[in-house]
């Protein structure tokens, strides 16, 4: 039987990946007996490496058995980074330890106790490293368009606006969205950020030729059965593959919950996460973190508020009305970044803003000062919103905060992003800021509510640090 290219892929890392927990192992050996760090040895007990093998090889089938349970090896399934590098790194600790009970066990006596520990670290550091190495090769050719499938999304409702939100937050999924279709004028005309709007479900056949589509999923509604069969069939002439999301009676897929009974697959409800214990360990975590922060930070912001006062006249702060969780609104504070009075002065300059929808963003604004323009790329500026989250009116991590003028203008699928805290730093922040489109950014907020996690919340602080040394998309 001949291996498909997702084969070749996942044998292509057993290989890689054992060759570098030997590799990881034999450092582990240098350094204890060649380098000899934190405890000399002894002559009497130095051994040659070849003793050491059985333990290298018994530890590789271990880690390797584990990252194959955990789904590492899985080419189907498409993973971020922080998960490859989580898995690894639990992976590590368990079969450290079980090389550790294995000795103790069959009574053979490890030679060096801290060979184990060290062959943990630098393993795990390799596999790290080779993790991040191929995350970077992939987005550099998916950039270039290779290995990504073409999508055409049918249907532009609740569940088609899910699969985009996944689709943008999750970009290690390997999916191009050459558009949508939608049989309503209103939606299938009309884009969705990055997402086009390229007409009905008439012009399918037409748009899977010009556009190289190479999957269509389909996201109507149960009750358009004639229709989703004709699509396939259609599909299927074309020889395209076809994806159906069942909408399990306009349920939005963030509320499902799917159990098994002895091979029987149960569907449920499930509410948003971010509630009851979810809810007050994210704000606990908040106050805890937001006071540490505004004492470790002190002499940081002592030192903007002087320099603010030393650039230009006028407050040091800058206060200004945002809608909150559920629709309150509060008081929002910021380093002022722009001359006095320049929120008077935004008719004036209203034919330069780049955003869309109701954002108003301009890349080189005339009223930010000198350093105005250096605490906007380095979001700086954003620093006294720390006491906003310690008066429980923002969370470290959450949405943008929106102005009242902008709720104004929101669809009704829009204000799902206002069920939870705004946040100094999101999911937007870290996928483009400003650089994203006002739906784009609609998408990342409500895929942050339906999908809240504390391990969600970390990858979101983690990838923050870089973007904000970058400055990507600040302006």
């Not at 939005?252 to 919950?257: A, I, K, M, P």
Request: aromatic share 10%.
């Amino acid at each position: 039987m001949s291996f498909q290219r997702g084969q070749w892929i996942s044998l292509v890392k057993v290989l890689v990946d054992t060759a570098l927990i030997n590799a990881g192992f034999f450092i582990a050996y240098l350094i204890r007996y060649q380098l000899q760090w934190f405890r000399p040895v002894d002559e009497a007990f130095w051994v040659p490496y070849r003793v050491y093998w059985p333990y290298s090889l018994t530890l590789t089938a271990i880690l390797l058995f584990i990252f194959w349970t955990e789904g590492l090896y899985n080419s189907k399934r498409k993973h971020a980074v922080f998960n490859d590098v989580y898995i690894i790194l639990r992976g590590v600790v368990t079969g450290v330890a079980a090389l550790y009970v294995l000795s103790l066990l069959y009574r053979a006596m490890l030679l060096s106790r801290l060979i184990p520990a060290y062959a943990g670290a630098t393993i795990s550091t390799l596999l790290t490293t080779s993790r991040i190495v191929e995350k970077a090769i992939e987005s550099q050719l998916r950039k270039r368009g290779y290995g990504v499938q073409r999508v055409l999304i049918v249907g532009a409702g609740e569940t088609g606006r899910t699969i985009m939100r996944n689709i943008v937050a999750q970009p290690e999924l390997g999916y191009q969205v050459v558009g949508f279709v939608d049989d309503k004028p209103e939606r299938g005309n009309r884009d969705l950020g990055r997402f086009k709007g390229l007409g009905n479900t008439d012009q399918i056949p037409e748009i899977i030729k010009n556009h190289n589509v190479d999957t269509v999923i389909i996201t109507l509604p149960w009750l358009y059965h004639r229709k989703i069969l004709a699509i396939m069939s259609q599909c299927e002439r074309l020889r395209v593959g076809v994806k159906i999301v069942p909408d399990l009676f306009q349920i939005s897929l963030s509320q499902v919950d799917i159990d098994d009974l002895g091979g029987i697959p149960l569907i449920g409800t499930k509410s948003v996460s971010i509630k009851g214990w979810n809810l007050a360990l994210k704000r606990a975590l908040d106050v805890l973190l937001s006071s540490l922060l505004l004492v470790l930070l002190s002499p940081l912001m002592l030192l903007i508020a002087v320099l603010i006062k030393l650039d230009s006249p006028g407050p040091v702060i800058f206060k200004q009305t945002r809608i909150g969780r559920g629709g309150r609104p509060f008081t929002v504070y910021k380093f002022r970044s722009m001359h006095q009075g320049a929120e008077l002065e935004r008719d004036a300059v209203a034919n330069l803003n780049e955003a869309t929808g109701p954002l108003f963003k301009i890349r080189d604004d005339p009223r930010r000062t000198l350093l105005g323009k250096f605490l906007r790329r380095s979001s700086l500026d954003e620093l006294p919103q720390l006491y906003n989250v310690l008066k429980g009116e923002m969370s470290l991590v959450g949405p943008r905060p929106a102005l009242p003028c902008e709720v104004e203008q929101y669809q009704e699928w829009h204000k799902k992003r206002l069920e939870t805290w705004p946040g100094m730093t999101g999911l937007w922040q870290v996928s483009g800021r400003s650089n994203l489109s006002f739906d784009e950014m609609v998408l990342l907020d409500i895929y942050y509510v339906e999908n809240w996690s504390l391990w969600l919340d970390l990858k979101i602080a983690l990838r923050t640090i870089p973007t904000i040394i970058l400055g990507t998309g600040a302006y």
